[in-house]
């Protein structure tokens, strides 16, 4: 043998036997049991009473649970046990909180329909899938009830009929089932967003019909639908003054008008109308506009949790939420109809979200990032005030958790809410409207193999990208291990989302969270980066210029948060990673793209990879014609496009790389993933994927997000440690 190579074969066994000598440290807990919470959502409160209900999401097996207080001791009142992706959505009681209502099946976070309106079937079971209304007595030996397909279900003040939407109509049942379903009337255009009036005699309606909306109220069969100050605008969303005399609703202009750069942001302005309900002698009385927007781009209509928030309070208030003073904040008009000016109830820089009525109507609960601690700005806690602004805000949750989602019992007595912990993940609880210390319900559902005890707490951090914004995160990390570990960066999806110092309200991201927390287990220094274009830090970030389509400058942040961590002494400059999934899949592979020499690894879930196509294509015989923008300009828009585009980062783009997606996706179309992946492999990049036969953009079976968690590990397992520990 060549004495050269029996020297490179005794370095190969001491370094194999090195490598058996000192295996990798066991995790502290599995994927499986990080992954086993049960989920809570759709929390309601019973108009009467003191009950309460919500969804838990336990391993697939979503159902409905009830809870009575003052014990609140929580049941289980639906059969489903299985795995089935079917989403339990729209829950509401009847008045006299005897009955639930609520909608099984559909994808309510999707941005468009499938072809023939098909609904999810992550099964891929041979038989057609159906969103369906249902109603169920909140009883110990409880059956569902079919009312028909259908969405969108409002119960009738009598608490008899139900009004839901099928096949872009509004049909009426009983609310027992005993009958099939009706079609209420018939109405051109698209009806959606039924609102029964307080005596329950008449429906208000959105009749959707393209460039322009109305709001209507329809009575019964032989009386014409009567249409509210009918105009060229986009009316939407009508809310019922507590007497039914008159309806407000939010006004948007219609579609059309001078076309505007696509390079630059258009401000969205909008108005509360306040319309007579009851029939007028004139065929359009107009309505009285209670109260305009300003038309800067801080005037928006706001796109955060519940938008507009319009609700009609006690002593005839009219409450709403604007970002006019650069955060979005609850106001008050006294007299609507007369048009006073609007109080503001929440002053402080601070974001509202989750907002709620005391059952009288006298105050407002909702969740904020703000409190006692600095920190606070990336939690929820919550918060009263009176609608009429008479005393301040009143804290009624405080501390180190995160609190969302906040109900009050129909006796007035109790807010419910739903909270978590940097450990714990998300249950409800009660705290009385009084304030005093929250009560967790139905903790038995966490399971004994949580890893409660093994989870770390995110470290709150800051730093300043390129040009020198200052960027939130949080830093996930054990101790021990190596003293230079390999670290990934993980970017949320949405944008507008805003990653805590906790469990995250929305499941999607509890989800990540978990991953987030395994991956730290398994020895990473992980990131999770609130870039610009999130919410929760005021509305320059939310709106920053030259972002998404208009020049990626979100980006900006993604590239900072690699640096940071390649600049952090436990780092390994040269094993940092990158994951996110739709928007956060989108900045995945813009870093993998242009920044191959700090990321060296990623993982893209269902991430848009092209911009083009969000250029208004119907703009651009307009701008040939010199229509609004020049041809100049809007071939500009395209270039921008296409350069804050993954695909036109393929050329430098050396890293290799997950793709993951699931072929019924409704939100970002499965084609960015096939397109991108075969440039990727005309460029020699390695490429692996992970396809999900059926599922959608959300995924809706644990198994699948089982399946990609996995897959996501073991990728950067591959491809930061165990390829850099086998070197000679």
């Known amino acids: 043998m060549m004495p050269r190579l029996a020297a490179l074969l005794a370095a190969c066994t001491i370094l194999h036997v090195n490598l058996r000598a000192q295996p990798a440290a066991a ?32 391993r697939g097996a979503r159902n409905i ?40 099946g559909g994808d309510h976070g999707a941005n468009w329909d499938a072809d023939g309106n098909v609904q999810p079937n992550p099964t891929s079971v041979p038989v057609a899938a159906h969103m369906q209304v249902f109603s169920i007595a909140a009883t110990e030996e409880a059956t569902p009830r079919s009312l028909g397909d259908g969405d969108q279900p409002a119960i009738a003040p009598t608490g008899d009929r139900v009004a839901f939407v099928r096949d872009r109509r509004i049909w009426i049942a009983p609310i027992d089932g005993s009958k099939p379903a009706e079609q209420a009337f018939f109405a051109r255009g698209i009806s959606e ?39 060229t605008s986009r009316d939407a969303s009508p809310m019922w003054s507590l007497e039914g005399r008159e309806i407000a609703f939010v006004r948007q202009p219609g579609r059309g008008g001078v076309p505007a750069s696509p390079l630059v942001q258009q401000p969205q302005p909008w108005s509360i109308v306040v319309a007579d309900a009851k029939p007028a002698e004139k065929a359009n009385d107009g309505g009285f506009e209670s109260w305009r927007s ?57 974001m509202v979200e989750h907002v709620s009525l005391t059952p009288d109507r006298r105050f407002l609960v909702y969740s904020a990032n703000t409190g006692g601690d600095p920190r606070d700005i990336d939690r929820r806690h919550l918060f ?54 929250p009560r967790l319900l139905a903790a038995n559902r966490i399971g004994g193999s949580f890893p409660t005890a093994q989870l770390v707490a995110p470290e709150p951090i800051t730093f300043r990208s390129s040009d020198g914004l200052e960027i939130h995160g949080q830093v996930f990390k054990t101790v021990g291990g190596d003293a230079r570990k390999p670290a990934i960066v993980y970017v949320h999806g949405g944008p507008p989302r ?165 072929d019924d996706d409704r939100n970002v179309q499965f084609h960015h993933t096939v397109d991108l992946k075969q440039r990727l492999l005309a460029k020699m990049v390695r490429v692996e994927e992970l396809v999900i036969a059926d599922d959608i953009h959300d995924f809706l079976l644990f198994r699948t997000w089982r399946t990609v968690t996995t897959a996501t590990g073991d990728f950067f397992e591959r491809q930061l440690k165990r390829a850099a520990t086998s070197q000679p």
């Open 27 to 58: 995790p502290a807990f599995t994927l499986d049991q990080v992954l086993s919470f049960p989920f809570p959502d759709n929390l309601v409160a019973s108009p009467t009473g003191s009950r309460i209900a919500w969804t838990f999401n336990e």
């Open 65 to 104: 649970y009830i809870a009575d207080g003052p014990a609140f001791q929580p049941r289980r009142l639906t059969p489903y046990t299985v795995d089935d992706g079917q989403e339990l959505t729209n829950l509401s009681f009847a008045r006299d909180g005897r009955t639930i209502v609520y909608v099984r």
């Open 193 to 231: 967003s039924p609102t029964w009036s307080p005596d329950g005699r008449s429906l208000a309606f959105v009749s959707n019909r393209d460039d322009h909306s109305f709001i209507g109220i329809f009575t019964e069969a032989v009386t014409p639908i009567r249409y509210l100050a009918v105009s």
């Open 294 to 350: 300003g038309r800067a781009l801080v005037d928006s209509v706001p796109r955060t949790e519940g938008g507009a928030n319009l609700h009609w309070a006690a002593d005839d208030h009219l409450v709403f939420l604007s970002y006019q003073d650069g955060w979005p904040h609850l106001y008050a008009i006294h007299h609507p109809g007369e048009g006073g000016k609007p109080t503001l109830l929440t002053p402080g820089p601070f």
């Open 384 to 437: 009263k005030v009176p609608v009429d602004g008479s005393t301040p805000p009143v804290p009624l949750t405080r501390g180190t958790g995160v609190e969302w989602s906040p109900v009050v019992t129909g006796d007035g007595q109790t807010v419910a809410f739903l909270g978590s912990t940097a450990q714990r993940p998300p249950l409800p609880a009660v705290v009385p409207m009084t304030g005093g210390e």
């Open 498 to 662: 805003q990653m805590l110092l906790g469990f995250h309200y929305m499941g999607y991201y509890a989800n990540d969270y978990a991953a987030n927390q395994y991956l730290a287990s398994r020895g990473f220094v992980v990131l999770s980066v609130n870039y610009r274009l999130g919410i929760g830090y005021g509305f320059a970030f939310h709106h920053p210029e030259h972002a998404g389509q208009r020049g990626a400058s979100e980006y900006l942040d993604v590239a900072a948060a690699g640096r940071y961590l390649q600049s952090r002494p436990d780092v390994d400059a040269k094993r940092v990673g990158i994951w996110g999934g739709s928007y956060g899949g989108y900045l995945a592979a813009l870093a993998l793209g242009r920044n191959s020499d700090i990321f060296a690894a990623g993982v893209d879930i269902h991430g848009v990879h092209d911009r083009i196509p969000a250029v208004n294509p119907d703009a651009l015989a307009r701008a040939i014609a010199g229509d609004g923008i020049s041809e100049t300009e809007y071939r500009q828009a395209l270039k921008v496009a296409y350069e804050s585009s993954p695909i036109s980062a393929v050329p430098t783009w050396r890293s290799p790389v997950l793709l993951v997606h699931g």
